[in-house]
């Protein structure tokens, strides 16, 4: 088996974060002992004085992990911009080396690991210089596609999986987020389904909230419901791509 999986956004805010934490979550109930490697967060938030990656501190409570947050995210800025623009603000260079190397010991450590880029795919990491799909192939792991399917996801999925290929970059999959019902919808899911050829691995629901809701609760339920435990260990078949190696 493969050990890692890459979750690469079609956009900001589509919940790549969200789905990560799910797949963690049911990889763990299942007993098996994954991890999430956030290697850059934009726009971190403060807690016990401390400047902290808001994705991983959901991420540690959805799945109650009990880990560090440097050894699950390397590198944290305050600006909620651009991973390049805020390492530039800091004055604090991004070091790939240093990500790759808390990938491998994270790929040593645990069953598995999903790691979670920033944005979408042609984010830079350094300015000019390198991309988060310079990160996923330095990894040498394949992706799951993260997107939504309100009106321009077609355009936006078939773009992000189209680039990817074109980089030889290895994709298993598209979990469709924030699901509603809308009659639009599974027609959009269905035309990406056609012109990607990728298979839909979940589709998950857009949750509604009142006040008397907990969020952790819910999310839990319905990742139960929707993200199937054997179509996420299929995320890491081993194929020709997977195994982390230098």
């Known amino acids: 088996m493969n050990k890692g999986i890459f979750i690469v956004g079609t956009d900001t805010d589509v919940g790549k974060t969200f789905i990560t934490a799910g797949i963690n979550y049911i990889l763990r109930k299942n007993n098996f002992n994954a991890i999430s490697f956030k290697p850059v967060q934009s726009g971190g938030i403060i807690k016990d004085k401390k400047l902290i990656s808001d994705d991983i501190e959901f991420i540690k409570k959805i799945s109650e992990v009990n880990e560090d947050y440097e050894t699950m995210n390397s590198y944290c800025f305050a600006e909620a911009v651009s991973p390049h623009l805020a390492s530039e603000m800091e004055n604090i260079r991004i070091d790939k080396n240093k990500i790759i190397s808390h990938y491998r010991k994270l790929y040593e450590e645990y069953d598995f690991c999903i ?9 830079p990491l350094i300015r000019n210089e390198y991309y988060i799909y310079n990160l996923v192939k330095d990894l040498n792991i394949p992706v799951l596609i993260v997107t939504t399917i309100g009106v321009g996801s077609i355009n936006q999925t078939v773009l992000t999986a189209n ?3 074109s980089l030889g970059i290895q994709i298993r999959g598209i979990v469709i987020n924030k699901y509603t019902g809308a009659h639009y919808e599974d027609d959009n899911i269905e035309v990406i389904k056609s012109i990607t050829g990728l298979e839909i691995i979940s589709i998950v629901n857009k949750l509604d909230l009142d006040e008397k809701e907990d969020f952790i609760l819910k999310s839990r339920k319905e990742f139960d419901e929707n993200l199937d435990i054997n179509k ?12 982390f190696s230098e």
Do not use: M, Q
């Open 115 to 123: 790691v979670e880029g920033a944005g979408g795919s042609v984010v």
């Open 163 to 165: 680039f990817l290929k």
């Open 232 to 243: 996420l260990l299929n995320l890491f078949k081993s194929e020709s791509r997977g195994d």
